[in-house]
């Protein structure tokens, strides 16, 4: 198997994360057209359970057995990265059983606490039989995680990659067939089509481990039968053991936090909601719209700030082990303003014209585009703090990424019911609140996480400061266009033909004055450089006189 450098790794990596994430933010519309509001809040239910289970069962584990296997593979211990490989697979195996068996046993009683008690919308007896669907994924995933663990400790990344794109096709394939098979051709219940489509990533993940099983068995060049050395006979299993365990404990805890925040919404907003006065199906949209669809339409905001740590992570891990702290800190205050200079604008563009892009994707919902308008800006704290977690996991700073995750779920779960009736006592929509504690809490965090980090560099943080004020000018002045604009040409479409060309238009405009505006200030050439400016400027520079000439 072909062997990749780092660059080309990376490459491959960031290709396959968004052809997955295209996949996933397009399948959508015809999944929401299938199910809609309600199948989609009973379709998160399951998801947030599972991914908690999933991380307790996976989590760090691929990336452990990349290092180790790496590390034995630099040492020429072929025999005993084998053995690693082998008792992951052991130990993942008795994860899975327990996780399966823990959710498929107790899924009653997992989902009489998310709507027990709640009438007019998904029965508990539904919420329990997508739970127990999905948990078979829980056999499957694990073994699929550590098998590319196993290969990314050999720098073999395409494999994954592919397999990253097989498991998401193979999944859209089933949620959109099977979902619409059984509502629509056989005429059987919601909940059966929600099944259906849950056991997707079941189906996704045998598809994705067969073809990563097939190139482990294929590949030649592995060295997976070699002797044991003299030095290789030294290392037990508990040595072994004891390794993965230290490598991956700080990506359980900290994907394990993450995902319990994630499901503090699942089991209070429905009922905080209809202990207010709404109805159920109100508040099952509400839950939708935050855990499924919306959710979706973030990807095109967190895809970004993906990029960003994945190019970001490797740089400053070389710079930190050799101690280079201006580089360290130079690269994380470029990655900061980079992540202003297009986060921050996309999000609110995309804010300003939430009803249009909800009716592209979902048709036309007041209720639901208000909810989003809201819920995309809240991916601007939530990326900050994204790059803030993972640069100080970089530098290995465990105990302020547990401390600010571990924080911010505590508040999660004491100020959440509290926040909905504080927002109900104020006369706002209480389904707001959840939304708005998400940004507070963010917010939070990655200003702990950025105080720690210049504990750690002594880092200054004017620059970026000054980037994010002239960036938030540029943005009101990009909106105070639109808004303008908008006097002329309003922006009210019930149609998705009218509302895909209010995007391009607006889009076209809101670019123009945004980019514009920044090139004048000088907020770009701040953040990447005038030499990289007055290149890009010079190719369009090129081109004109190019059409002239012709």
Excluded at 154 to 160: E, F, P, R
Excluded at 405 to 430: A, W
Excluded at 479 to 499: A, D, E
């Amino acid at each position: 198997m072909k062997r990749t450098g780092f660059l080309a790794g990376a490459a491959i990596s960031v290709i396959g994360i968004v052809i997955c994430k295209v996949i996933g933010l397009v399948y959508v519309i015809p999944f929401y057209a299938i199910i809609g509001t309600q199948g989609g809040a009973l379709y998160s239910y399951a998801y947030s359970i599972y991914n908690v289970f999933l991380n307790l069962a996976t989590s760090g584990i691929p990336v452990a057995m990349s290092k180790v296997v790496s590390e034995y593979n630099e040492m020429k211990f072929y025999n005993t990265k084998e053995r690693v490989f082998k008792i992951g697979l052991k130990v993942i195996s008795i994860l899975c059983v327990i996780s399966f068996l823990v959710l498929f046993i107790f899924a009653p009683e997992v989902a009489n606490m998310i709507i027990g008690g709640v009438e007019g919308g998904n029965s508990t007896e539904d919420v329990a039989m997508v739970i127990r669907v999905i948990s078979t994924a829980v056999l499957v995933v694990p073994f699929l995680s550590v098998s590319k663990g196993y290969l990314q400790g050999h720098k073999i990344m395409q494999v994954s990659s592919i397999a990253d794109i097989l498991e998401q096709l193979a999944r859209v394939i089933v949620i959109l067939a099977g979902s619409f098979l059984t509502l629509k051709v056989f005429n059987l219940s919601l909940n059966t089509a929600v099944g259906v489509a849950v056991f997707g990533a079941t189906v996704g993940a045998l598809v994705a481990y067969f073809y990563v099983f097939l190139k482990i068995k294929k590949a030649k060049d592995l060295k997976r039968h070699e002797k044991a050395t003299l030095a290789e006979k030294k290392i037990t299993d508990k040595d072994l053991i004891r390794k993965i365990i230290f490598y991956a404990m700080p990506f359980v805890v900290i994907s394990l936090l993450q995902s319990v925040y994630v499901l503090v919404d699942v089991f209070t907003v429905v009922k905080g909601l209809v202990g207010l006065g709404y109805t159920t199906a109100i508040s099952e949209n509400v839950v939708s719209v935050i855990q499924t669809w919306g959710s979706k339409l973030n990807m095109i905001v967190m895809s970004i700030s993906t990029g960003i740590i994945t190019s970001l992570i490797p740089t400053i891990a070389s710079a930190w082990a050799v101690k280079n702290i201006k580089e360290v800190n130079g690269k994380i205050t470029q990655a900061l303003q980079s992540l202003f200079l297009v986060v921050i604008p996309l999000s609110v563009g995309i804010s300003f014209m939430s009803q249009a892009v909800w009716t592209v994707f979902y048709g036309y919902d007041e209720l639901n585009s208000s909810i989003f308008k809201l819920l995309i800006l809240s991916q601007i704290p939530l990326s900050i703090c994204s790059v803030m977690v993972n640069t100080n996991q970089t530098m290995n700073n465990t105990k302020a990424t547990v401390t600010a995750l571990g924080g911010s779920l505590i508040f999660k779960i004491l100020l959440n019911v509290p926040f909905m009736h504080l927002f109900s006592f104020l006369g706002l929509e209480s389904y707001y609140a959840t939304i708005t504690l998400n940004i507070l809490i963010d917010t939070t965090a990655s200003i702990y996480l950025l105080r720690k980090v210049k504990k750690e560099t002594n880092i200054n943080y004017l620059q970026t400061i000054r980037t994010l004020i002239k960036v938030v000018m540029c943005t009101l002045i990009m909106i105070l266009g639109l808004s303008i604009m908008n006097l002329f040409i309003p922006s009210y479409s019930v149609s998705r033909f009218g509302s895909i060309l209010y995007i391009i238009l607006y889009g076209i405009v809101g670019i123009a004055i945004y980019f514009f505006v920044a090139y004048k200030s000088n907020t770009i050439s701040d953040i990447v450089g005038k030499d990289f400016v007055n290149k890009i400027l010079s190719k369009f520079k090129g081109l004109k006189k190019l059409k002239k000439t012709a």
